[in-house]
């Protein structure tokens, strides 16, 4: 199934940008093409994610989760990977690049602090100085993952315009880029913003769709029935995806915040409630006004909580290959508890949501192989959710 084409998935994606970025993309796609035509340049990412993160993560059959005779539930263990999430494998690629085009100095945007402590890690890695711009609403519901970034040696920089959330903290990295092109590599955390970063995010997660593919194969002799992930801006997502694409019997889902009204206002679902524009230099569903206004999201997870989603999302609801559900607050903390209480094993709020989905996905009587990535791990959450479960 082709779908991209010069930075585009069908109508959605491209390089939305003012003239000041222009030649800095320009440079990154190049350092891209050329590192991905490299194959030392695979074998070192290879050798961090097998020697540094842990690859591979394994495959874990929840029996006790989704007690359904017909369907086997499996999750993909992206929790387990150091630092405890998918932002990892990301985060060691682009840190790699950043090394291989000379720059000497990362910068990223975090919402639930994954991505922020998987950039503080790599920097620590490769030895290079990191700033962090994450909300300050998520400072304080992520105080844990702040810590550790801090502990890494990172700056994190408190962002505290609009809701004070992912989107505003994305807009002050894009700001502090504009000063700093020449030396910083920009480490966008998910398959979002202008070209080339969805297609670069992408190429990066991809090997959690290439391990499950695999290892489903070889435990069970067939491909899932069902691949489940949740969706923010969408890097999990389109990781676990993109071994699947191609695969037409293997139905695709992705799992947004619906926050407190799935059809309301107070919400995080873009590719349920939101219409087509441009934001953070690309073409997709954004939540906005009619005026093109960007309108605040909701929801409880801040990994979630961003009122845009990377444009070959868009394009797979588009064409029909995925779909796209809303998850409810209260429906995402109930499968958080019972994750947690029934396997042992402390789910981030993000996967939480497609846990939850999945739950109900059991029940059907074509889905009989669900996968679901697990994200993440959900120590960061503790400390806000501990008392509501």
């Known amino acids: 199934m082709q779908t991209e084409a010069r930075g585009y998935f069908g109508e959605f994606g491209g390089r939305f940008v003012p003239e000041v970025f222009v030649a800095a993309l320009y440079e990154l796609e190049a350092a891209m093409t050329d590192a991905f035509d490299d194959a030392g340049f695979w074998q070192a990412y290879q050798a961090l994610l097998r020697d540094f993160v842990g690859r591979p993560t394994p495959l874990y059959e929840a029996r006790r989760f989704c007690r359904v005779a017909s369907a086997r539930f499996v999750c993909k263990r992206e929790d387990l990977n150091h630092t405890g999430a998918h932002k990892i494998n990301n985060a060691v690629g682009q840190g790699l690049l950043a090394r291989r085009m000379n720059k000497r100095r990362l910068m990223a945007e975090t919402g639930a602090g994954q991505h922020g402590v998987a950039t503080a890690t790599i920097g620590a890695q490769l030895g290079l100085p990191v700033t962090i711009f994450m909300g300050t609403a998520d400072i304080e519901r992520q105080s844990t993952n702040v810590a550790t970034m801090k502990l890494l040696g990172a700056e994190v920089c408190a962002v ?26 920009y480490v966008v955390g998910s398959a979002v913003g202008p070209h080339p970063y969805p297609t670069l995010v992408r190429e990066f997660q991809r090997v959690i769709g290439a391990e499950a593919r695999d290892q489903c194969l070889a435990r069970y002799g067939r491909l899932p029935s069902d691949v489940v992930a949740c969706v923010g801006g969408g890097s999990n997502a389109i990781g676990i995806f993109s071994a699947f694409i191609n695969d037409s019997r293997v139905r695709l889902w992705g799992c947004e915040a619906a926050g407190e009204e799935p059809l309301g206002d107070r919400t995080a679902a873009t590719l349920k409630k939101g219409t087509i524009g441009v934001f953070h230099g690309s073409r997709s569903y954004v939540l906005q006004s009619g005026a093109g206004q960007i309108r605040p999201t909701h929801t409880m997870s801040a990994g979630l909580d961003y009122p845009g989603v990377g444009p070959q999302h868009a394009f797979l609801k588009d064409s029909g290959r995925a779909t796209y559900v809303p998850v409810s607050d209260s429906a995402a903390l109930a499968a958080f508890s019972r994750f947690a209480r029934r396997e042992g094993i402390i789910p981030a709020l993000e996967s939480a949501h497609a846990l939850a989905f999945a739950q109900t996905l059991a029940e059907r009587e074509t889905s009989d192989l669900i996968l679901v990535n697990l994200s993440g791990r959900g120590d960061k959450d503790i400390p806000r959710l501990s008392a509501l479960c």
């Open 160 to 185: 505290d315009a609009g809701t004070c959330t992912l989107k505003d903290a994305t807009n002050e990295a894009f700001r502090e880029w504009s000063r700093s092109l020449e030396d910083t590599h």
